[in-house]
């Protein structure tokens, strides 16, 4: 039966995997050792594990690398299948689904890096700065002679 207390050996393992690109639902669901899925967000959620939060969600960004890779290796896969006297036209629509899905997923767990948009901000993420200039001289103000 899973433990159901956080422990770092198991944790590690846990990490190691989504970090591969595995699903967090596949990983417990083949490893009868593991704590359930459910176990496993409690940890995340307590606030008793601070350290395995921050591990967690660095994984989840390797895993978003990990599947644009995988998504090279696709690619190249579908191509090879199109090459030749003839394709084979549902295996290579079955790779494109796979391609669109592994993007789609990137694309939300690292936007910043895979996302469709492009964000609006300041230097280094910060906030965006804005100066108002009002170029228009008054009819009341002298005109500037200083040469530019």
Do not use: C
């Not at 940890?43 to 591990?55: D, R, T």
């Not at 609006?120 to 009341?140: C, F, H, M």
């Amino acid at each position: 039966m899973p433990r159901l207390e956080f422990n770092q050996e198991q944790a590690d393992l846990i990490l190691e995997e989504i970090a591969k690109g595995r699903p967090l639902t596949k990983i417990v669901r083949e490893n009868p050792g593991l704590p359930s899925y459910s176990t496993i967000l409690k940890w995340l959620s307590n606030g008793e594990n601070p350290e395995f939060e921050i591990a967690y969600v660095l994984a989840r960004e390797h895993q978003a690398d990990t599947l644009t890779d995988e998504i090279m290796e696709d690619a190249e896969e579908a191509e090879k299948r199109l090459t030749g006297d003839r394709s084979d036209n549902a295996r290579v629509q079955a790779v494109r689904l796979r391609i669109d899905t592994k993007k789609w997923v990137a694309s939300k767990m690292k936007p910043n890096k895979y996302g469709d948009k492009l964000g609006v901000g300041g230097l280094n993420g910060g906030p965006l700065e804005v100066s108002i200039v009002n170029y228009a001289k008054k009819e009341d103000e002298e005109p500037d002679n200083d040469p530019v």
